[in-house]
């Protein structure tokens, strides 16, 4: 069973009104074919700092296969694959606050795969829909906001969040041996 900051029941019941929200969502007549194009891969949850990040892993490391901790706008992302799925998902990303930030903490979002981003984000666009596409240095994605409030955050990619951290590890291993190479 997954402990996070605040515990496993906030966490199951997070993803609990997240779905709910998302099924509602995708209920209507003009998204109900878009739903078929995703599926649902992370759970991310963010943490207040470094030590939180660290102490979830380390409280989770019976329930975790593999893990990669990369550092994007300073703040570390760790992702991990998980030995069981939780709530149907079988990566956790769990995420740094941002310095300065007051985003709230738990349920940041869920990643869902599509095979079909521009059509994707027609498809939610064309619903009047507050999507947008966003990027960094490594890879790009869809952000969706959704719910009354627009409380949940869905980000749609055509890629795992692991390949970001593939990508990042061999740009890594690239640097050290051309560094190595010139020593």
Do not use: C
Not at 30 to 47: H, I, N, R
Not at 114 to 137: M, P, Q
Not at 153 to 174: F, P, R
């Amino acid at each position: 069973m997954l402990k996070l900051n605040g515990g496993t029941l906030e966490a199951g019941e997070a993803l609990e009104n997240h779905e709910a929200a998302w099924q509602s969502l995708l209920a209507t007549p003009e998204l109900q074919k878009v739903g078929e194009l995703l599926v649902a891969t992370t759970l991310s949850w963010k943490v207040a700092n470094r030590t939180t990040l660290f102490d979830v892993l380390e409280s989770n490391a019976a329930e975790i296969e593999q893990v990669h901790i990369g550092t994007v706008n300073d703040r570390y992302i760790a992702s991990a694959t998980l030995r069981e799925p939780f709530s149907g998902l079988p990566i956790l990303k769990i995420l740094e606050r941002r310095s300065g930030s007051e985003d709230p903490l738990g349920l940041d979002s869920v990643d869902y795969l599509t095979d079909d981003l521009d059509g994707v984000f027609t498809s939610f666009h064309a619903a009047g829909l507050h999507i947008v596409r966003e990027h960094n240095d490594m890879h790009a994605w869809l952000s969706l906001r959704f719910g009354e409030a627009d409380e949940f955050e869905a980000k749609i990619t055509d890629h795992l969040v692991l390949d970001v951290g593939v990508k990042e590890l061999q740009l890594a291993s690239k640097q050290i041996q051309q560094q190595l190479k010139t020593d």
